[in-house]
């Protein structure tokens, strides 16, 4: 899918570069971020019906951001909103507010971006669009760097592609936080693992997971039941590169009970590893082998040590 090249002219590109408070885009106009709000009849918080997109920077440079944005594209095709304009709307505020924002945030710092689209108020049938900065949770990613994370299998399953496509990236996440709730209902610091409707695994709340066998694969459950993830298809690469095979398939909860490494992998800390599950200790944890090549592997494409980055920030 090819999309509109950047158009740094256009007429929403005037923040004053001084101006010591965070930007954000609000449908056509770059606003203070505390500007930004949602309208009660919006589709988008009447009905759930929210289109998202999720990015961060490397050393303040936005990644994988045309994969990103063709991702967006697709999400917006699939519901019916007209995306050409509005991308390049989209793309080129996302340089602005990332350039401005992030000299507010402290040397060697990174942001998070944030896309929201929604199909607006039904009087107008316009979208409505947020894209905003965050700061990036290092001081989680640092724990879940040197310590890896637990996980719970959660009761409620994964949204089968029945009911929308898996490539749709929404904010329709009633079962995530189901899933999470019942999850730290059993463990306090556990994430939900999501079963598909066979009772396959499928993903974690907010992230891609992998399983690994030495000499063997990296395998990633089937496509069409999880989200694909731009950190998993970079994963993927790095897999090739490394001359591991990688694989899509079904297996089970008891086959990721078994493997050698559990991992999971998202946009703000790439990948990192799950050192239980069910309150079992499962895989080699923090300690693998292959989890610390693949966070050395997105180290080197990104020109940056993640690891030392986030233990750096978090202690400041």
């Known amino acids: 899918m090819l ?33 930004l709000h949602i309208e009660l009849d919006d589709i988008g918080f009447v009905m759930g019906t929210t289109i998202s997109e999720r990015l961060r920077t490397f050393g303040g440079q936005l990644f994988q951001a045309d994969e990103h944005f063709a991702r967006l594209a697709l999400s917006l095709e699939s519901v019916g909103i007209a995306s050409v304009e509005l991308l390049s709307r989209v793309q080129a505020a996302a340089i602005e507010i990332i350039a401005h924002n992030r000299a507010l945030s402290g040397t060697g710092s990174d942001l998070g971006l944030v896309v929201l689209i929604t199909p607006g108020r039904a009087a107008t049938n316009e979208p409505t669009v947020l894209v905003y900065s965050s700061a990036l949770p290092f ?17 409620h399953r994964q949204v089968p592609e029945t009911c929308w496509p898996s490539h749709l990236k929404c904010r329709s996440r009633m079962h995530y936080y189901l899933a999470d709730r019942e999850a730290r209902s059993k463990q306090s610091d556990a994430r939900a693992l999501l079963l598909d409707q066979q009772g396959n695994v499928a993903e974690a709340s907010t992230a891609n997971l992998l399983i690994y066998n030495k000499n063997k694969a990296l395998v990633s459950p089937r496509k069409e039941n999880i989200l694909p993830g731009i950190s998993l298809s970079v994963l993927e690469k790095l897999a090739a590169q490394l001359g591991v095979d990688f694989q899509y398939a079904d297996f089970s909860a008891a086959e990721l009970m078994e493997a050698d490494e559990v991992m999971l992998c998202s946009t703000s800390p790439s990948v990192w590893a799950v050192r239980e599950c069910n309150g079992q200790a499962c895989g080699a944890g923090a300690d693998g082998e292959m989890v610390r090549t693949l966070q050395q592997g997105f180290s080197d494409l990104v020109g940056l040590d993640i690891v030392a980055q986030a233990a750096e920030l978090a202690a400041r």
């Open 3 to 35: 999309l509109p090249k950047y158009d740094v002219s256009l007429r929403l590109l005037n923040s004053d570069q001084s101006n010591p408070t965070p930007i954000a885009l609000f449908n056509e106009d770059i606003v203070p971020r505390g500007h």
């Open 139 to 155: 001081s989680e990613m640092h724990r879940w760097y040197s310590d890896g994370v637990s996980l719970q299998v959660a009761s």
